[in-house]
């Protein structure tokens, strides 16, 4: 079974530039999550979908991020302008069932660095 | 509110030692707690979980977490650590439709 893809790895970026993010979640998994993990802290949920619908984005930094996640499979995060705290790893996660009670699959990330 | 309180930021074992991460949760119900591993630049894998029964739950690795209610604590446990063992460790809890995660433990293993 194929786990969750994202791209790119890594970028590298000025601030005020912008910037995007994808997630390929397991096939059939129903949650998608994005979180934000800085260095040295846990993952910080920035918002979760069930299929194309969004479940969370209460901590989602609606002035300059964006998500979407068309036709409930694949996901884009954006980031526009970027700030130097944006630095840090973005991270995507899909479950089966919807909610805190599945299991969660994790990408490897993309590591942001906003110069 | 659901939270996790990770009160140990870094811990060194030697290789061979025992090993007890503590976590902490605040959730209103019954939670489904989660410890999840990070090896440097890698995401996160599962390492066992807690839904019902048993509250003590075996994951892979070696690894088991006991749960108890009555300290609102789902530790984790490892009888005899080896030096690949050292990595991030977290925490987390779900509820009905969120899953937060503690600030980590960074475990090191001395040879």
């Known amino acids: 079974e194929a786990g969750v893809a994202q791209s790119p790895r890594y970028k590298i970026i000025e601030k005020r530039q912008s910037v995007a993010f994808w997630c390929n979640p397991i096939s059939g998994h129903a949650t998608l999550y994005w979180y934000q993990q800085i260095l040295g802290q846990g993952p910080k949920l920035l918002i979760q979908?069930?299929?194309?619908?969004?479940?969370?984005d209460s901590q989602l930094p609606k002035d300059r991020f964006s998500a979407e996640r068309l036709k409930g499979v694949d996901s884009t995060l954006k980031i526009q302008p970027a700030k130097l705290e944006d630095s840090a790893v973005y991270l995507c996660?899909?479950?089966?069932?919807?909610?805190?009670?599945?299991?969660?699959?994790f990408g490897q990330g993309t590591r942001l660095t906003v110069v | 509110a659901q939270s996790v309180t990770q009160p140990d930021i870094h811990i060194t074992v030697s290789e061979g030692a025992s090993l007890e991460l503590r976590c902490n949760y605040s959730?209103?119900?019954?939670?489904?707690l989660f410890w999840y591993v990070q090896s440097p630049g890698q995401g996160l894998q599962l390492l066992l979980k807690?839904?019902?029964?048993?509250?003590l739950v075996q994951g892979i690795k070696g690894f088991e977490a006991e749960f108890k209610r009555s300290q609102s604590s789902f530790n984790l446990r490892k009888p005899s650590v080896h030096w690949s063992d050292a990595a991030e460790y977290f925490c987390a809890v779900g509820g009905y439709n969120k899953l937060i995660f503690g600030a980590g433990t960074r475990l090191a293993v001395h040879p």
């Open positions: 807690y839904f019902s029964g048993d509250t």
């Open positions: 979908f069930q299929n194309n619908g969004v479940v969370d």
């Open positions: 959730y209103g119900a019954t939670p489904y």
């Open positions: 996660a899909s479950s089966l069932g919807v909610g805190g009670n599945t299991e969660a699959f």
